[in-house]
């Protein structure tokens, strides 16, 4: 007879959840905290969120939240999917792309802007953003640890937006930037409540302490934003906790120094919580009312006219590139050995900015030097950039773009110069011709070690 699982009970709860945890749950959510603890012990719902400028044919119940949203049936086997190295797709949590709601409160996907995604790795809200602000806005994603930075760059760059950059600047530095930036996402560290479900890691490190040193450390952060934040600019704070001691509080704070609280249009359906205690303000998503992980937004808005935005800069790219797109102004300059492209339109506003943040790549890595040539660089395949008519195309199939992943060669009759890897008619890096065989350039630290998996493939695969 199959055991019954155990159930998480205020009253007689088992180790896996922290007592202090239970306590404070008790006491916030009285009644409706034994609702929450057993969807704990429940299974996460599977989301994703499209990439709209890689568009595939997929049927699947949308994310009420988010246009391009999408619950799944099951969790499939996501890594032996090429479309997801291709920057089709992005693993997300359903509750966290909350943040287009605020983006749409805010009328930041109306217009130009300047953006800056603070404590921007993985990657996840980064692209969400770049997927709702306008292709004219530019995107300066941040994060200062170098290993969780190389992740954001591969994030970014599959995603395939030519209008974003990479710092790895700490938040002080912010200081010689005053009301520069007209949206700020701030997803602060926090204690990490909201993924209990689907984190053992984040049950396991869960403590009093803890909540306290990162109540501490968003209380650091914040007046370097609010200071960086323009006029009429907005600030989005967000968590995965339930403390307010990290979410209200640190909300408080902000409307200490000016800031004026922004509503967002959310449905009742959704089961998203307003909610307001310790002088904040914001929203709530509990698993066992929303179907997702557990989260907590706040739009808030800086007094004062919005900045007219009208970025100028070079007006031409100064090389030409037979596998960049000519179509849009580029700036193309060398850094260490690297060519790189940002759009003309905001070369002068990211030197401004370059001479306080350490912007790490301060735009798409297009081409790398090899001895005394330039050679298409990743990034460049699975870039918006990529000029499909004026490079040779070899269409994977579902195995061989396994394979490619994995960093082996490719089979071929006549193989020679460069090439683009495809699948499904979308770029995801570069091959070089060696007669009877491809070589393979995808990138070491990129490749997929992976060969089975017990989880069924997506349901979009070819088999």
């Not at 803890?210 to 609010?226: G, K, M, N, S, Y």
């Not at 797109?325 to 990211?350: G, S």
Request: glycine share 8%; net charge neutral.
């Amino acid at each position: 007879m199959a055991r019954r699982p155990r159930r998480h009970s205020l009253h007689g709860h088992d180790e896996s959840l922290p007592e202090g945890f239970l306590i404070g749950i008790r006491k916030s959510l009285a009644a409706e905290s034994e609702l929450l603890v057993d969807s704990l012990a429940a299974p996460s719902p599977t989301s994703i969120r499209l990439n709209p400028r890689k568009p595939f044919a997929l049927e699947a119940e949308p994310v009420p939240w988010c246009e391009h949203g999408r619950y799944l049936a099951h969790r499939p086997a996501f890594t032996l999917d090429p479309l997801l190295h291709a920057g089709a797709y992005y693993v997300q949590e359903a509750s966290s792309m909350l943040i287009e709601q605020a983006v749409r409160a805010a009328g930041a996907h109306q217009r130009d802007l300047l953006a800056l995604d603070l404590c921007a790795a993985p990657g996840g809200k980064t692209t969400h953003l770049l997927s709702v602000l306008t292709q004219g806005s530019f995107l300066i994603a941040n994060e200062i640890d170098g290993k969780r930075r190389s992740i954001l760059a591969e994030n970014c760059w599959k995603h395939g937006a030519l209008n974003v950059a990479i710092a790895g600047s700490l938040p002080s530095d912010l200081q010689a930037l005053p009301d520069r930036f007209d949206l700020i996402l701030l997803d602060a560290p926090c204690s990490g409540e909201g993924l209990f479900r689907r984190d053992p890691f984040a049950r396991q490190q869960w403590s009093r302490r803890l909540v306290e040193q990162c109540a501490r450390t968003q209380a650091d952060i914040l007046p370097h934003a609010w200071h960086a934040l323009a006029p009429g600019g907005h600030l989005i704070y967000s968590t995965c906790t339930w403390e307010s001691a990290e979410n209200e509080r640190q909300v408080a704070r902000l409307i200490s120094m000016g800031a004026e609280p922004v509503m967002l249009n959310i449905d009742p359906a959704w089961g998203v919580e307003r909610t307001e205690r310790d002088g904040g303000a914001g929203y709530r998503c509990y698993p066992h009312r929303v179907r997702g992980e557990g989260f907590f937004l706040a739009l808030l808005r800086k007094p004062g006219s919005p900045i007219a935005r009208r970025p100028t800069g070079p007006v031409c790219a100064t090389r030409n590139l037979g596998w960049v797109k000519a179509e849009r102004p580029l700036d193309l300059a060398e850094q260490h050995d690297l060519l790189i492209a940002r759009p003309a339109a905001w070369a002068n506003e990211l030197d401004r900015i370059a001479a306080a943040m350490r912007l790490t790549m301060p735009g798409i890595p297009v081409a790398e030097r090899k001895g005394a040539e330039w050679v298409p660089h990743a990034a460049a395949a699975l870039s918006e950039l990529l000029q499909t008519g004026a490079v040779t195309h070899v269409e994977l199939s579902l195995a061989e773009a396994m394979a490619y992943l994995r960093g082996e060669t490719i089979a071929a009759a006549d193989a020679h110069d460069t090439a683009c890897a495809m699948y499904r008619g979308f770029g995801l890096g570069w091959l070089q011709g060696a007669g009877r065989r491809w070589n393979n350039r995808w990138p070491a630290a990129w490749r997929v070690r992976q060969t089975r998996s017990e989880a069924p493939p997506v349901s979009w695969s070819e088999y």
